[in-house]
């Protein structure tokens, strides 16, 4: 069946750091991707998204590529700020039919000043 | 445009009993799906109904329960609660049927089972 992969947290991050938080499926397929946003205290935000191979989604700073040769979707900022510190989630749910959305565990960041 | 309404926000129950969580999703959406989020499970999908219909089932026990109301309002029951139930309980919704990947949720009900 569909699964994610995300690398396991907690990131910890200085400001102006660099973000890279991996996340890798396994889908039947050609998937569409996501990367999901909880700041404390809220439900999910939609990030960005990907649907189709070599696609890039970005938003807020924030970019992730659809690599169907590694199956991957990692996201990416170049400079992360403290109103970043959130825990993100990538998902996936298959092209083919009507199936839920997967999602990895979530990864927590925190960026201190 | 309103949000994704949860209520209760909170609520504590003891085993044995029973609780019904209330999803009211944004005006003209008319799938809403439930997930359950826990620190060692992460988001399990629980069920997804679509003009009032069950359209998908996660891996839960039949003491989880689901259904929609012709308004594309949810509920959700869980009977014969354990301790295990404690969890962020999170309804989504969208224009469509779950597919495209775009939900918007709600803040979640949490619930503490003692």
């Known amino acids: 069946g569909n699964s994610v992969t995300q690398m396991e947290g907690p990131v910890t991050l200085s400001e102006e750091a660099f973000l890279t938080i991996n996340c890798t499926y396994t889908?039947?397929?050609?998937?569409?991707l996501f990367w999901y946003v909880q700041y404390p205290g809220e439900g999910l935000q939609l990030l960005l998204k990907?649907?189709?191979?070599?696609d890039k989604g970005s938003n807020k700073g924030f970019e992730a590529t659809y690599r169907k040769e590694t199956t991957s979707f990692h996201l990416e900022k170049g400079s992360v700020q403290v109103s970043d510190s959130a825990v993100y989630f990538c998902?996936?749910?298959?092209?083919?039919?009507?199936?839920?959305?997967?999602f990895g565990k979530g990864t927590r960041l925190s960026v201190i000043a | 445009k309103a949000g994704v309404t949860q209520t209760p926000r909170y609520l504590i129950k003891t085993r044995g009993q029973q609780v019904t969580l209330s999803c009211s999703p944004i005006?003209?959406?008319?799938?809403v799906s439930w997930y359950q989020q826990t620190p060692g499970q992460g988001l399990q999908f629980l069920f997804e109904?679509?003009?009032?219909?069950?359209?998908n089932k996660g891996n839960f026990p039949g003491r989880f329960s689901g259904r929609q109301f012709s308004n594309s309002r949810s509920e959700m029951n869980v009977s014969t609660l354990e301790l295990g139930d404690s969890a962020l309980y999170l309804c989504?919704?969208?224009?469509?049927?779950?597919?495209?990947?775009?939900?918007?949720f709600g803040e979640g009900s949490r619930l503490t089972v003692l």
């Open positions: 990907a649907t189709k191979a070599d």
């Open positions: 989504a919704s969208s224009q469509s049927q779950t597919g495209t990947g775009e939900l918007f």
């Open positions: 998902a996936l749910t298959s092209n083919s039919g009507n199936t839920p959305l997967v």
């Open positions: 005006s003209g959406h008319r799938s």
């Open positions: 889908a039947t397929g050609y998937p569409s």
């Open positions: 109904y679509f003009s009032e219909t069950q359209r």
